[in-house]
């Protein structure tokens, strides 16, 4: 099961927080390579979502960290492969949120940024938008996967990173989990190994 681990600067806020919101619900096999599910407040107030993060990656809750929650999974050449999922509070339509993402932001922090892939995805009957880009940090060549849920008002990232080197082999785990995601509406948090919530998918 994937550990949750507080990192020293944790606010004393984000402890009670994660015990009450972050569920990991019993393990899928020791054959899957996908972990519990984990159960996180849609910041709207509607519900829940849901995913299976990779088994075995440690998950960081801390407002030192850019996200929501972020799991870190084996490291290569010094590098961790690692996934984000972040809450942004955003109305706009998916595929403007998505151009100005390549063509304005992510180019400030890449100069040598390459989009790979950019379409839509389907998720459950949510709106989603999958971006694949690769760019340069220092001596190590680094490829993003990025999944934007358009979800009431706000848009979710699960973002995969990794050296390019090990993209296609660890692409079919993220997918798995990118297509693990569900947007649950009026559930309740569960105990870790528990799972007495169920709830139809938001449509």
């Not at 984000?14 to 972990?35: F, N, Q, S």
């Not at 910041?43 to 809750?61: D, E, K, M, N």
Request: proline share 5%.
């Amino acid at each position: 099961m994937t550990r949750i681990c507080k990192k020293s600067r944790v606010t004393v806020i984000m402890i009670p927080m994660l015990a009450a919101t972050l569920a990991l619900v019993g393990c899928r096999g020791e054959g899957d390579p996908l972990t519990g599910e984990v159960r996180l407040p849609h910041p709207s107030g509607t519900g829940v979502i849901a995913y299976h993060p990779p088994r075995g990656w440690q998950a960081y809750v801390g407002e030192e960290l850019p996200s929501e929650v972020a799991y870190f999974g084996p490291k290569a050449e010094g590098f961790n492969a690692s996934l984000s999922v972040v809450f942004e509070q955003n109305d706009e339509k998916l595929t403007t949120y998505v151009d100005k993402l390549t063509t304005e932001q992510l180019p400030k922090l890449f100069s040598d940024l390459a989009v790979v892939r950019s379409d839509t995805v389907a998720l459950s009957n949510i709106d989603a938008w999958q971006l694949v880009t690769r760019y340069q940090a220092g001596e190590l060549e680094l490829s993003c996967m990025r999944t934007i849920v358009d979800t009431a008002g706000w848009k979710i990232s699960l973002t995969f990173t990794c050296l390019t080197r090990d993209f296609s082999d660890l692409e079919g785990l993220f997918q798995a989990c990118v297509k693990s995601f569900r947007w649950l509406k009026e559930v309740q948090p569960v105990q870790v190994g528990r799972d007495e919530s169920r709830s139809d998918e938001v449509q």
